[in-house]
Each structure stands twice: as C-alpha cells, then as structure tokens.
C-alpha cells in the first residue's frame, strides 16, 4: 500500500492488489476459527467479548468469491490512480496537479471565470472518468460486506459507532447548527456578490460553487482577504512563514515540538526517516495527506505533499495527531490498536491545532507580530475560525448522506450526480456553476470516494473537537473565553488527553468520551460557545439582508459560458 501510493505504478499496483488478497485470506482464516471454536458472543468478560468482535469483522476481506475480491482491489486502485494522476490544462497553456497547482490557484485567484475552468475541468478529468467503475465498485463492496453479515457497506461503516441513535445524534447536530451556517453564508454571499456582481448569483439564493477557494467547497478559510472585517494583521500567516523560509520539515517539527510540550509521545527516529513530507520529483504519488501505522511499534509515517502554508500547516497537526495515536495505542493488542470511534482519530490532532491558531499562539512562535487583543481582532479571527469549522458541517454530513444512499439502493447508478447536486445545494446552498448531467460524477472530484474512505468520520470529529478542546482548557486553567484558549505546554491537558488514547478502541467511545470531557454524547453546545460572540455579530450584520438562506432545490446554471 505504502509502496504503490509513494510510487503509483502498474508492477506496484500488482503486488499491492495481491497482498491484500492474501492477507484477507489469512484474516478470514481467523475469523473461520474464531467462531468455530468459541460461542464468543456468549463469554462473560465483556474485553474478551470485544476482541473476538473485532476478530470476526474484518471488512471486504470477508467475500468469499476471491476472484471477486481480486476485482474489487483492481477497481479501487484504478480509482485511486485516476484520481491521483488528474492533470488539468488550461486556456492559458499552464497545466496543473491538484496540489500544489490547482489548490493555489482556487486559494488566490479571483477571476470569475478561470475559477470556473478549473472546477470544471478538474471534474471533467476525475469524476467523469469513473462513473462507472465507480457503479461496478458499490455492486462488489456492498456483496462483500454482505458475505460479511452485514445489509450493505453504510451498515458495516455505521457499526464502527456501536450506537443504535448514531444516525439521529448526527442528524440533531446538523440541525442544531444550521442556523449558525446560514448566517455565516448569508454573510458571505453578500461579500462574494460585492466581489463578482450580483448578477453573477442565481435569485434562489446559492452561491456558485467555484468561489469558494476551494476546489469542493468544504472550507472557505482562502477567502479571508476578501471577508476580514476589520483591518488589522491578518491571522493567515502564509506570508510569516515564506518570509521565514519555513520548509515542510520546519512544519512537521513546530507540530512535533506542541506535542512534546503537553508531556506527549515525540515522534519515532523512523517517522523522520521514512516519512514522505514533500511532493517528490518525477514519479506520481497519491499527494492527498495521510498517516501511516506499519503496526510494528516502530515504523509510523505521514505522506504529504506539503505546501509552506497556514492551511497545510493545520493539515501537518492533523496527520500528526493521527501518528500520536498510533504511539498512544502501540502496545495495545492489535484487534484494539483503532481509534474509540473514527471521529476520535480525526480530532486529536485538530484539537491541537485550535490552540495553535490562536494569535496569541502564533505570536509565542514568531508568526504573528503585534497582536492586539480587542473586539475587533477577535471578531476577524473567529471569522477565519468559522470559514474553517462551520463552513466544513454541510459538507462534512452530507459526503456520507449521498454514500448511504449510493450502498442502500435508494440511489442508482442513473442517479448518481442528480441525488450529489440535491444535497450539495439543500445543505450546502451552493450550486453549480454550469449544467451538470448523468455524464458527470462529481463525487468522485473528492479524494475520499475513489479512495473508499469513509466521511461522517470528519463531522463527528469537528464536533467532538470543541468538546475536547473545551474539557483540556479546563485541565489547562485557561480562563477567558474558550475561543482564545490555548493549551501549549500544559501537562495536565496532555495527561487528560494521552490517557485517552492509549485506550485505542478497548472501551466503547461513550466511556472514552465521559473520560475527557465527562459526558458520554456528542454535543454541539461547546461549537456555539466557541463561536458566540461572532454568532451575535453576524447576527448584526445580516440585520438589514432580507434574504438568509436559499431554496432547496438547485438553480440553472447560467447558460452559455
Ligand atoms: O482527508 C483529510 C486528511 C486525510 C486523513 O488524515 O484524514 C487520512 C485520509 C485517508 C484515510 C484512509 C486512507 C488514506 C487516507 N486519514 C488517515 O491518514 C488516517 C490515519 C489513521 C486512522 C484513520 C485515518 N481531511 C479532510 C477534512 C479535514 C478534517 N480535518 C481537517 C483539517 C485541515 C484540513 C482538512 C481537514 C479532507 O481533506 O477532506
Ligand atoms: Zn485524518
């Protein structure tokens, strides 16, 4: 796996399609055993209870036609390889990867239509070339999940939250906070309509798609030039950390050195090592960021091909927050070495991440000079706060709504783009910024569809971060208001939080939870605490807009074009 995404070729792709059948065989053989020798389900002790339970559900390994199997591998890894090989050319002879060429170019330009053509053709060389490997992919998943006792794939990723109310919980949350989304989008479409034109909106109230600065909508933090209130520093310190000759490894140690100062795990001699920080020169690699556990107690690393950028700087706290647990959890047995649920995995290093955000964080490293601590700084940086976290909420929660109802059935093959559009403009309330039809596959423009990785994992974890991030303020004496907290070298916090994630997936993730934050549900109170004095100010600022919000159902897009 570590081989064919560092180095995407056909020989490597053959040995990785052919060891992951024979481990799958290895793992079924276990699970054979495991139920044919012990009535497990009915021992006592509820540890040994839980390690056979992880035993026996070993995912697509279960299918029981192997050459179906072999198939299923073959199809993902073309995805993969499609995805990671889109190049995109433009009307200006320039051609561009996804990162860093077309992530840059959406984070900073503001010509309406060369965003458009990148959005466009970014989708037109992804998603569109595999609509239907994708369909052949949902047949051979859900059957192999079905061999695996489960209904489809939506049921065996929702079993991971052991929780009969999983579904509702979220479903509340989402609702919970919509109101706050609503206004912050309100807020921003009247500054991009002051940028683009008024004409260049439809009258349902969506925002095109492509404005956002981000190739998927799903985090609006590259608008902060043009949506900074008031005029003061700005808190993207990309410029600080250029004019500093910041390098990835700069990055990884800044991150490395936080952990550290919480009494936390610094990372392994082979993490530094092995690790691929960099996009390396001629060969293709699968450049979206991800940590890796080689489950040998030693070897943990993190592929990135990072950029010297505040955005990519979060990113590097987040896969590093992934490595951490794996140290947390290393010498647990390996049926336990997971996170308490997914959504835990996502957050731990997020969490960091909202102290180190903070400007008076940024200014303890050098990359904020005179900060000013007044109503105003505070109010642009929980703007820049919310462009992150509560622009992220549709998009993180319907990723997986539209998932659910590709593996349950309800939505076909032909309806695949027209189910994607319904939620990205109900949820969201952006659309499109051309036509788009049953030829287009516009989930698959998102690395995690070709790549099968589940996404409610990333909701659940922008909710439960705020929680935990409250509960180690506390650890950490922080007074005044949670959003300024920043926990940096506070042991008490790094002991509430390490013991936690040396648990791993032992304990159910409600007793996890309780642990930290000394509640056992998900809970958005700790979101709105965070955000309430911009929740009031946007509030203020939409008085006059008698238009928040935007109808469910998708415009048409302008024609011509
Ligand atoms: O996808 C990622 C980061 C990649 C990952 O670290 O989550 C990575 C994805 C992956 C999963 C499985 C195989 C390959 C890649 N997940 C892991 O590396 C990982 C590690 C341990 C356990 C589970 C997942 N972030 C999401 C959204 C996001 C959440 N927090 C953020 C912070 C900053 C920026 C983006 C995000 C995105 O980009 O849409
Ligand atoms: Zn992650």
Redesign the pocket.
């Known amino acids: 796996m570590w081989n064919f ?1 560092t180095n995407i070729t056909e020989h490597n792709r053959q040995i990785m399609v052919n060891k992951s059948v024979e481990v799958a065989q290895i793992e079924k053989e276990w699970a054979r055993r495991a139920n044919a020798r012990f009535d497990w389900e009915k021992l006592k002790d509820s540890y040994i209870v839980r390690q056979f339970k992880k035993i026996t559900h070993i995912g697509i390994a279960a299918m029981k036609d192997e050459s179906k199997l072999q198939r299923l591998n073959h199809v993902m890894s073309e995805m993969e390889e499609i995805y990671s090989g889109g190049k995109v050319c433009l009307s200006t002879g320039d051609c561009h990867a996804l990162e860093p060429g077309l992530t840059r170019l959406l984070a900073t330009s503001r010509d309406y239509d060369l965003l458009q053509e990148v959005w466009v053709k970014w989708r037109e060389v992804t998603g569109k070339k595999m609509k239907n490997l994708y369909s052949e992919f949902v047949e051979l998943i859900n059957e192999a999940h079905r061999d695996g006792g489960y209904s489809d794939t939506a049921a065996a990723w929702k079993s991971k939250y052991e929780s009969e109310t999983f579904e509702q919980d979220i479903e509340d949350l989402f609702i919970q906070l919509g109101p706050l989304y609503k206004q912050l989008h309100a807020f921003v479409r009247r500054k991009l309509m002051s940028v683009y034109g008024k004409d260049k909106f439809p009258t349902s109230g969506h925002i095109p798609a492509h404005l956002f600065g981000n190739m ?1 909508s ?2 609006w933090n590259s608008l902060l030039d043009l949506l900074q209130p008031y005029d003061k520093e700005s808190v993207d310190v990309t410029p600080a950390m250029k004019e500093q000759n910041y390098t990835a490894l700069k990055m990884f140690q800044v991150s490395d050195e936080f952990f550290q100062s919480l009494g936390m795990l610094k990372m392994p001699k082979a993490f530094w090592e092995h690790s691929m920080i960099e996009k390396p020169k001629g060969r293709q690699v ?1 450049c ?6 080689f489950y040998n107690k030693k070897d943990f690393r993190v592929k990135q091909c990072t950029d010297v950028t505040m ?1 990519d700087l ?2 590097v ?3 590093m927050g ?1 490595i951490e ?2 140290l947390m959890y290393k010498d647990k047995p390996i049926v336990f070495q ?2 308490a649920n ?1 959504g835990f ?2 957050a731990v ?2 969490v960091l ?1 909202l102290s180190v955000s903070t400007p008076k964080h940024l200014q303890k490293i050098n990359l904020l000079k005179n900060v000013v601590d007044d109503k105003e700084s505070d109010i642009n940086f929980m703007l820049s706060m919310a462009l ?1 976290k509560i622009a ?1 909420l549709p998009f ?1 929660y319907l990723m997986d709504q539209w998932r659910w109802s590709v593996f349950s059935g309800e939505t076909p093959p032909s309806q695949y783009n027209e189910k994607w559009w319904q939620l990205r403009c109900k949820y969201q309330g952006i659309s499109p910024p051309v036509m788009r039809s049953e030829d287009d596959f516009d989930p698959g423009a ?3 569809i070709p ?1 099968n ?1 589940p ?1 409610i ?2 909701f659940v ?2 909710i439960i971060q705020f929680q935990f991030h409250k509960a180690l303020c506390k650890a950490a004496n922080q007074t005044g208001p949670l959003h300024t907290c920043d926990i940096y070298r506070s042991k008490e916090a790094g002991k509430l939080l390490s013991d936690v994630l040396k648990l791993g997936s032992s304990k159910p993730w409600e007793y996890a939870m309780e642990k930290i934050v000394g509640s056992r549900k998900m809970d958005a109170a700790p979101v709105m605490e965070y955000f309430k004095p911009l929740i009031d100010w946007l509030v203020e600022q939409n008085s006059q807009d008698e238009s928040i919000g935007w109808e469910d159902e998708c415009p048409m897009p302008p024609t011509g074009h």
């Open positions: 995404n998927w799903q985090q699968q979206h960021a991800s940590a890796w556990n955005s979060i990113t706290h987040h896969e992934h647990y794996y997971n996170g997914p995995h996502e290093g997020d991440a992150d992220f993180g998102k690395y995690h790549a990785t996404y994992r990333y974890s922008f």
